[in-house]
């Protein structure tokens, strides 16, 4: 998302006293502390216990990175103008290793993707800007090329970012034991099995562009626990005329929850490919399970509520990040600070069925934080409620079967960097954008 001019500029000052604060700042053209994005990585003690952050001044980093210590978030200056790029293709690089005459390589796919991270790390952050590995418009080869990749890793957070490969695989976390992964405000684009994890992964507010066929779109390992689930809410899902929604070779589970689909997607739904020498049967039978999704064009049938089928039956509001993940992870609640701006609101962005009493609106602050400016009401744009320190505010009582608006000003030392509008409905409406509201 596109910060306006007076959040770019008080971003721009954040910058000038970054280093003050303990943050490293990469600048490609040296006007800081390093020039590339790994000499940054590097210079963090492999024993790290907490959060850091690397800020990535606007520009191209043709770098491939390695992360291999824990608690490190790379953080843009803008979404869309940091950009790391970088040209890998899976078979070119682990044939290279196989080849290798010493046979001393273990991991072959380790440094496959244009950002790698290793085994045994954990609570890494991608946010504000943009992967892409781009093998494919170069040589005009859509198989496996990695723009995320890891094995043994868990609590990866990828946040507002546009994350693209020119093949498939996209976006490969692949720890199956204990992966849980967490993605907000960020767009995702690729060919087969482009967002693929394995474990546990939450999605919300997002966009998907697939160009894939006959293949899928999405994949998920879910094998080693049956409660192991991918969950995509409030998001758009695209792709080229025909493309299929999603697949998996192993045993898995789906939930999608107030998704929108393009009208270029095919009548058919989540599937297991019979014929593909991987395919494992599932043990634990078909669990794909939707609530309030709509395509543009018409809606098949397959893709009607069936919440209640599932072992769980959760309730819609009932499934959010921290249910995903079990009670091991509620990243909504404890991801740090890195963002310029207020993020991660509760209620999230469209929710509905909000209590009228006793909700507190909450949100992960600006990095930069000193108080908040809040905003909220009725109308869009909301009025303001004043300023506060607190990333909370409570809002009840509220009326039932209403939808309210609000927002948060994060200010900084150096200026106040306004925020979003987001949106939510008490108890008694229907869902935001659902069939129902629009009088379908």
């Known amino acids: ?42 210079s963090v003690p492999p024993d790290n216990r907490e959060n850091r952050i690397i800020l990535i001044r606007n520009g191209v980093y043709r770098e491939k990175l390695f992360i291999t210590t824990s608690h490190i978030s790379l953080v843009g200056e803008d979404r869309d103008s940091t950009r790391i790029v970088y040209a890998e293709l899976r078979s ?3 044939g290279a290793r196989d080849n290798r005459p010493d046979g001393t390589q273990v991991d072959l796919d380790w440094g496959a993707g244009v950002i ?29 090329q990695f723009a995320i990749r890891g094995f043994r890793a868990t609590r990866i957070a990828i946040l507002y970012c546009n994350v693209i ?62 409660d ?3 969950v995509i809410r409030n998001s758009r899902i695209d792709g080229v005329q025909g493309f299929p929604l999603g697949r998996h070779h192993k045993d898995g589970q789906f939930y999608l929850l107030d998704c929108t689909f393009s009208g270029n997607m095919a009548d058919r739904p989540i599937y297991y490919p019979r014929t593909s020498p991987n395919a494992i049967p599932w043990k634990w039978g078909e669990r794909h399970y939707y ?39 509620d990243p909504e609640a404890t991801l ?70 609000w927002k948060v000003d994060v200010v900084t030392q150096e200026g106040t960097i306004p925020g979003e509008v987001w949106q939510f409905s008490s108890t008694g409406n229907a869902p935001i954008g659902s069939k129902k509201e629009k009088g379908l």
């Open 1 to 42: 998302m596109k910060l306006c001019s007076l959040a770019l500029c008080c971003f721009m000052i954040s910058f000038a006293v970054a280093g003050e604060r303990g943050i490293l700042i990469v600048d490609g053209t040296g006007k800081g502390q390093f020039r590339t994005i790994q000499e940054a990585i590097h």
């Open 336 to 405: 740090p600070a890195v963002l310029p701006f207020a993020s991660i609101p509760q209620p999230r962005n469209q929710e509905y069925d909000v209590p009228v009493s006793g909700t507190t609106l909450k949100w992960i602050p600006g990095r930069d934080a000193v108080s908040h400016v809040v905003y909220f009401g009725e109308t869009d744009p909301p009025s303001s409620k004043g300023k506060q320190q607190e990333a909370g505010y409570t809002a009840g009582p509220l009326k039932p079967s209403t939808r309210y608006f």
């Open 228 to 230: 192991q689930k991918f």
């Open 92 to 94: 070119n690089w682990t």
């Open 165 to 226: 490969a020119d093949g498939g695989d996209t976006v490969s976390l692949w720890d199956s034991d204990s992966g849980m992964y967490y993605h907000t405000k960020s767009y995702f684009e690729g060919w087969v099995d482009y967002v693929c994890p394995r474990g546990w992964c939450y999605i919300t507010d997002s966009r998907f562009f697939g160009h894939n066929t006959p293949s899928a779109s999405l994949w998920h390992d879910g094998s080693k626990e049956k």
């Open 116 to 144: 790698n991270i290793g085994n045994g790390v954990s609570d890494v952050i991608l946010a504000n800007l943009t992967v892409h590995n781009n093998y494919g418009s170069l040589h005009g080869d859509r198989s496996h």
């Open 291 to 329: 609530f309030n999704c709509t395509r543009e064009g018409g809606t098949y049938g397959w893709l009607g509520d069936n919440l209640h089928e599932s072992d769980q039956a959760p309730a819609p509001r009932d499934v959010t990040a921290a249910w995903t993940f079990a009670g091991r992870w």
